[in-house]
Each structure stands twice: as structure tokens, then as C-alpha cells.
């Protein structure tokens, strides 16, 4: 080392260079431009939409449940909240106090859902918070998710689209011109971790399953439709008493579960899609056959993010590629009605949020 | 300015790289990044140790995992990936009351399952009522078997066991003493009520091996846990 230092030192700098570079090369990838948008607005959405339905499931009961007289007195709820954990709600046992926060959450709920944005997301994640702590026994899970991811969507820009203004906002931030800002980097390092979370959690869920032993025998969905705090259809207790289907909603629950985080890695569009959708379904069917709404709409919104831009764009090409066919193959008049709505939405498409516009080609 | 390739949203072409690279990036940015990414990677590792399966590895890492997550990323996953219930959970309450001069008992009423059909009601947005029963019910099974096991230690510990135990379950048992108070108030509207108490029972359901067995197999309930006398709370709301 000493013999050559001229040597050392190129070779310190070529290192340095090239070290800087790749730090460049993945600062400029980070803030670049942001990404996932689409996901994120709906999931801005579902969240917002599931509060509201979480306030409005038990909107009469809200005192017996929530209130400064509930059968979870103040000073039990207090006691069962983890260190560093508040709920807005213990603050004071005033009914007025009461009525205005719950309220409160509701009206900041809705403009939580149409507007977004971050001050908005902030005071969302708060009442969430707090009205979650307030009485732990009706949580079912999704709420738990929605408490984490709700922190990551306040560094996120969440309303660049479906939400007022949202145009403007994406050419802004979409322009080819801009520079790379600090922002950017927040909400994508932020977005990595929700979809980072959400597949922790998929491939957890799947982990454990598979170690069930009804879920392995594939005699799960047999059990669980038949909990009477979960039946909440006979004809679906007894579809799921079926040898093969029950055994084949059970594997195929393990096996998107588990297949989550690959198919998310994967370079293959349409196996992103397909377990995302597939995921989708399933909680779908488990609001509505098993009763958990505000749950299954929480998932729904978490696995959103998980799918890319593009991957909205195709799907929407798609779903209108699909609707042409069906027009063209549907002779007379209902045809001509359906390729006149065809024809109608097709120059419509520009405007709407799902547009192959300007970001494209960025 | 060149941007970056973003015709995918997801990972830039290779062959791009070096035109990135050119562009210059702000000494904020570089800086935002190195530090963003601390807390990211500091995440990302303690969220992959507190999911992961209890190892010799996991329990040494567990503390610090906790200490990055808690308390507002604590999370429970648990509940995706059950092992459903086999059983059903019943809830018979009583009530203690004052009658004439005297004080009756009544006769034991099934509470649970009204609550559990609730969502019926409304599957639009189905009540969340039922979370309260498995509450309980989870609660008063764990309090159940920790009991059994506190049997069968020496006497000599028993009872510092069964406090301890009392302790970890009193909120629980006070959130059932206001709850089951407000239902036997319901249950039983104008009575002066002195004191209730909950007994927690359990019938499997039927296995999937007999689910087409004529006549249907009666499955027994068990008991599971009866709770003291608890004094009645007024004023809980309805």
C-alpha cells in the first residue's frame, strides 16, 4: 500500500466514484417519480369507506360500545391499551366529548375519502386510532393492518387520483421536467413498506395455515361456516360441506396466501394480477358469507397497492378490449346500443383516471 | 434532464441505468435517502423476526424486533391463519333478584347465540356485536385452562398462582360484570337486580366425517367456566 499510493488512492477514488454512482443510480429510482398512485388512492378510499361503515355498523349501539357509560368503562379500556398507545376517547368521560369525536371521526372519515391528502390522512390516522383503542373486543384483524398502513399512507401521496383536483396534482408530479425531490423518496420508501407489510402478512397467514390441521385435512371452510358467529348463510354452510370444494377453497386460500410475496416479486404482470385478484375474491367472499365487511374491505384496499400502475392500465385496456369484443359480437340492436356506449366512452377515456395520458411517456 | 424509464412502473431497464446515473441528484435527496432507508431496513428486519415462527434465532431477536414495533406497529397475524373453532361457544347468564322480601335465582338463559345471529340482521354492514361474545369467550377459555393448570401445582403455590392469575384477568372480568349487568337489566326490565353471573359453555361442532349421519349426531356441551356472582352495575348503557 505504501510502495504505490498514487495506486491506492485511484483506485480509493475509482471505488468512491462508483459507489456514489450506484447511490445515484438507486436515489434517483426513489425519486424519480411516485409510484403505485393508483393503488394508493383506493386504498385512501376503502379505508375512509370502511371507517365510515365501522362508525355506521353499530351507530345505535355507539354508546353501549363506545360511550362513557359502554359496557368497556374508561378505565378498562385504559387499562387494556398498550404503553404509548392513546385513544382520544379516554380523555375525558363528557357525552358531549363523546358524541363530537365519534361524529368527528365519521365527517373526517368522508373527507378523508374523497379529499386525501396528508394533513387529512393524519387527523384520519388519529380517530382511527383512537376509536380502535376504545374498544379493542370489536376489532377483526383488518383494523390492525389499517392502524400500520394508515401511519406509511401520511408520507404518501395518496390523492393523485379519484379525489378533486386529482388531474392537476399527477401532471405535476408526473412532469417530465421535475426534479428529484425529497418527497418522492418519502412516498415510495413509505409505499414499499405497505406492500412490504402486506405480504408479510399473507405469507404468515398461509405459513400458519398450512400447519392447521383442518386446514391440511381441507375441511377448514367447513368449520368456519359453520361458527355461529360467522354463518352467515345456511346455502354457503352447505356449498363448503361439499368434500371436493371445501378442500378446494381451502388449498387455494393456502396456496395464493403463500404465493403473495413471489407473484409480487415476479416479473410477470399477469401472475401479479391474477393473485391479486384472486386475493380480492376471497376477501369478498368473506365479507359477504361470512359477515366481515369492514375486514374485507381493508384487505381489499391493502392488496391495491400491491399492484402496479401499468398494471391498472392493462387491466383497464382489458376490461374496455373486452367490452368491444362483447359489443361487436352482439348483433342488432342491443349491439348497436352497446357499440354506441362503447363508442360514447371510448373518447371519454382521456378524461377518466385510469387514462393512458401524459405519465405514460414520462 | 433525462427521467428515469418508467414506461413500467416497476424496475428501470438495465441499459438506462447509466443515463441516471448522469443526472445529478440533489445532496438532500442523496442524504434523504441513506437516512429513509435506516428506519426502512430497520423495519423490514424486525417486521420479517416478529412474524417469524419461534426458532433459537427468533427468541434471541425478538426484543430488539419489539422494541423497533411497539406499540404502533404491534401486530397480530394470527387471526389469518387459524385454526378454526370446532366448537360453538354458548353463554348462559343468570341473575340474582330481589323479590318481596326475599332473593330468587333465575333460571339459567342463553345469551350468545342471539348476539352471534345479529349480523343477519343487516349483512350490508353486518353489527360487530359478536366480537364482545369471542372476547369472552377466548378470554374465559384461557382463564379456564391457566385454572386447571394452577390445580395441579403444590398448595404451597396455588394461591399466589390463582391471584396473579385474578389480576391478569381483571379488566376482562369487569368489561363480562358491566356487560352481563346491562343484559340481565334487558333481560329482565323494572327488577332489582343484585348480582349476576355467566356460565361459559361449549358444543363441538358436528365433524366433517358424520356432517351426513342420520339421525344427526348429538354432540354434548361442556362446561367450560362458571364465573362468581358478580354484584350488578347500574347505568352501564344499553
Known sequence: ?362 | MTAPDTSNDGESLPHRHSAIARVSVPVRVRLCVVLGMLPVLAFTAACLVYNAPQSPASVRLIGPARQVLEPYFWQDWQLFGPTPGTSNDQVYLRARIQYGGGVVETAPVEVEKAIDEAPRGFRINPTKLPGIMLAFDQASSHYASAATRIKKLPAAQRKAAQAALDKRYKTDFEEMQRFFSARAHSLYPGARILAVQATFKTQPIIPFSERYESPRPKETIKGLLQTSWMPYVPGVAQ
Not at chain 1, 51 to 72: E, K, M, V
Not at chain 1, 73 to 82: E, L, R, V
Not at chain 1, 110 to 118: I, L, P, Q
Not at chain 1, 180 to 196: E, G, K, R, W
Request: charged letters at 15%; aromatic letters at 12%; a positive charge.
Open chain 1, 1 to 362: 500500500m505504501t510502495r504505490h499510493p498514487s495506486r491506492a488512492m485511484r483506485t480509493c477514488k475509482v471505488a468512491g466514484a462508483f459507489l456514489i454512482a450506484r447511490l445515484d443510480g438507486f436515489a434517483l429510482r426513489l425519486a424519480g417519480r411516485e409510484r403505485r398512485l393508483i393503488g394508493l388512492a383506493l386504498m385512501r378510499l376503502v379505508i375512509g369507506f370502511a371507517t365510515i361503515l365501522y362508525c355506521l355498523a353499530d351507530y345505535s349501539n355507539r354508546q353501549f360500545l363506545w360511550g362513557p357509560h359502554a359496557y368497556n368503562s374508561p378505565s378498562t379500556a385504559s387499562g387494556q391499551i398498550p404503553g404509548g398507545g392513546f385513544s382520544l376517547y379516554l380523555l375525558s368521560d363528557s357525552q358531549a366529548w363523546f358524541e363530537l369525536l365519534f361524529h368527528a371521526t365519521i365527517l373526517v372519515s368522508a373527507a378523508f375519502m374523497v379529499f386525501g391528502g396528508r394533513m387529512l390522512t393524519v387527523v384520519q390516522a388519529v380517530l382511527m386510532w383512537s376509536l380502535h383503542y376504545r374498544n379493542q373486543d370489536l376489532l377483526e384483524g383488518g383494523d390492525n393492518l389499517a392502524q400500520i398502513l394508515v401511519i406509511f399512507l401520511t408520507f404518501t401521496v395518496s390523492n393523485a387520483y379519484f379525489a378533486p383536483g386529482a388531474k392537476k396534482r399527477r401532471e405535476k408530479l408526473l412532469a417530465p421536467d421535475r426534479t428529484p425531490a425529497v418527497s418522492t423518496v418519502l412516498h415510495n420508501l413509505a409505499t414499499y413498506l405497505i406492500v412490504f407489510q402486506t405480504a408479510v402478512l399473507y405469507f404468515a397467514a398461509g405459513y400458519w395455515k398450512i400447519f392447521g390441521k383442518v386446514w391440511q385435512d381441507g375441511v377448514a371452510m367447513y368449520y368456519i361456516s359453520r361458527e355461529t358467529e360467522f354463518h352467515m348463510s345456511a346455502r354457503f354452510a352447505h356449498v363448503m360441506g361439499n368434500a371436493y370444494l371445501g378442500t378446494a377453497v381451502s388449498y387455494a386460500t393456502i396456496a395464493i396466501e403463500l404465493a403473495f410475496p413471489f407473484a409480487l416479486l415476479s416479473s410477470r404482470a399477469w401472475l401479479r394480477k391474477a393473485n391479486t385478484l384472486a386475493l380480492e375474491a376471497m376477501h369478498l367472499g368473506i365479507a359477504a358469507f361470512m359477515g366481515l365487511v369492514c375486514f374485507g374491505l381493508l384487505m381489499i384496499g391493502a392488496d391495491c397497492v400491491c399492484l402496479r400502475d401499468e398494471d391498472y392500465r392493462s387491466l383497464w385496456r382489458s376490461l374496455q378490449a373486452g367490452r368491444a369484443r362483447m359489443a361487436a359480437n352482439w348483433p342488432g340492436e342491443a349491439g348497436l346500443r352497446r357499440a354506441f356506449l362503447i363508442g360514447r366512452s371510448t373518447p371519454r377515456m382521456p378524461g377518466t383516471p385510469l387514462r393512458k395520458g401524459v405519465h405514460d411517456h414520462v
